[in-house]
């Protein structure tokens, strides 16, 4: 090869790489988060995984599933057990989770002491034999001490194992069947987008009609902290209103993108986390660095395919679970591609349900968050869409689809 050549083929190589480069996301330094948070990995503590027997009390329980949460159980007597549920790490926000399976060798009532080594009891136990039809304990058989340490349950068991729960269990291979199933619709594209720190996938749904190019987007989030199941129940029925076979959603598919995650943090929902990957972290705060491989991936893939198909991102939604239904949303000065989308929105969805009153909490860019990310990478309305921890099933379900079918009325509208 001549020098020239050589020359020539180096600065054609340089220009790739620098293009290539171009696609990545934003860097921390390109935003200005008020509040920086440190995303380096922090130690976890990983629970011991094993059954419990205690043969003279005939009690038993277990761990070894995913999404259990059990870190120690002793047996107190013949009808009495404690169970320790500690989180991965601290200081962590309060999301004390707990799951586990209990049986015995005869049937009999006994008294569950759920003892938190951390924060105090929030989620209402909620009990199942086959892990898809759940039922919560009654009230009357759950008491919790003053400073919420210690709850205690009664409840009956036998030879059948239970499964007690701070909410219905949704891990890693339960999404996978539900993205399996989605996948059987022509419309949606299933793939990996990479691997977590455990080696589980990163699924993404890629929904469209015909050609993909020139589309504008729909991002949406779920499962980035682990317990938050009641917010991943509501982006499931959005996401299969949009699969529908109707005019609405036929029409809005033949028109947009949508880029469905629904689990970004596998292994943390797998390990029955209270809220951050087995780097430690808290997923949603590092989404200005990309130091955890889960948001290195999603964002990375989110830039690429965009640009690649020349799509505008206008939206991106982040479902989560607190307290109470809220949205997240930005503030009313901070200019993007759907300005005025929200508020319409909002109403939308308080017509369409007789005494629901949305809650819109706005605020600027705080923390690194999705909602903030999805506006300052593509200057997209960014909204985190907050379901209460026991807000009615059927509620979450009703929500849900209405709030797609708003969501693409509205879009149909703006893009004709
Ligand atoms: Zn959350």
């Known amino acids: 090869m001549k020098i ?7 600065a054609f190589l340089f220009l790739v790489l620098f293009l290539t480069a171009c696609k990545g996301p934003q860097k921390a330094s390109d935003f200005t988060f008020p509040k920086p948070v440190d995303t380096n990995n922090r130690e976890i503590d990983y629970q011991e995984k094993k059954t419990y027997s ?31 549920i500690s ?25 569950i002491d759920l003892k938190y080594i951390e924060h105090g009891h929030r989620y209402r136990p909620k009990i199942s034999s086959d892990r898809k039809n759940w039922t919560y304990i009654d009230t009357t058989m759950v008491s919790t001490s003053e400073d919420r340490m210690t709850c205690s ?25 539900w993205c399996d199933l989605q996948a059987q619709k022509a419309s949606v594209h299933y793939s990996s987008v990479g691997k977590s720190p455990m080696d589980k996938d990163l699924p993404c749904l890629d929904i469209y009609e015909g050609d993909r190019m020139n589309k504008d987007v729909v991002i949406i989030l779920s499962r980035q ?8 129940l509501a982006m499931q029925t959005f996401v299969e209103e949009i699969l529908r076979d109707n005019h609405l959603s036929n029409t809005f598919r033949k028109n947009y993108r949508v880029l ?29 660095y990309y130091r ?42 901070m200019d993007h591609d759907i300005n005025g989308f929200r508020e319409i929105w909002l109403e939308g969805i308080k017509n ?8 819109d909490a706005p605020s600027g860019l705080g923390g690194p968050v999705s909602k903030g990310w999805f506006y300052q990478q593509f200057k997209a309305e960014g909204i985190t869409y907050e379901i209460g921890d026991e807000t009615p099933r059927e509620f979450i379900d009703k929500k849900g689809r209405l709030s797609a079918q708003e969501m693409m009325k509205l879009l149909i509208f703006k893009s004709n």
């Open 153 to 177: 349950i009664k409840l009956n068991i036998s030879k059948e194992p239970v499964y007690l729960s701070a909410q219905e269990i949704i891990a890693s291979g339960d999404v996978k069947d």
């Open 87 to 111: 989180p991965e790490n601290t200081p962590i926000n309060h999301s004390p989770y707990y799951s586990f399976k209990l049986w015995a060798d005869e049937a009999k009532e006994v008294t």
């Open 4 to 10: 020239s050549a050589f020359y020539k083929l180096n």
């Open 260 to 288: 469905v995650f629904p689990l970004v943090n596998p292994d943390g929902v797998d390990l029955g986390h209270w809220r951050h990957n087995t780097g430690g972290i808290d997923l949603n705060r590092d989404w200005a």
């Open 292 to 333: 955890q491989k889960e948001i290195r991936a999603i964002a990375d893939y989110c830039v690429k395919t965009s640009s690649d198909y020349k799509n505008d991102v206008i939206l991106g939604l982040d479902f989560h679970s607190t307290f109470k239904d809220v949205y997240y949303t930005l503030a009313a000065d």
């Open 225 to 232: 902290h682990p317990p938050e199941v009641t917010g991943y």
């Open 54 to 84: 205690f043969p003279t009390e005939g009690i038993y329980a277990s761990n070894e599933y995913d999404g259990a949460r059990l870190n120690n159980f002793v047996v107190l007597g013949k009808n009495k057990a404690e169970a320790t």
């Open 352 to 359: 369409q349900m007789d005494g629901y009153e949305p809650r």
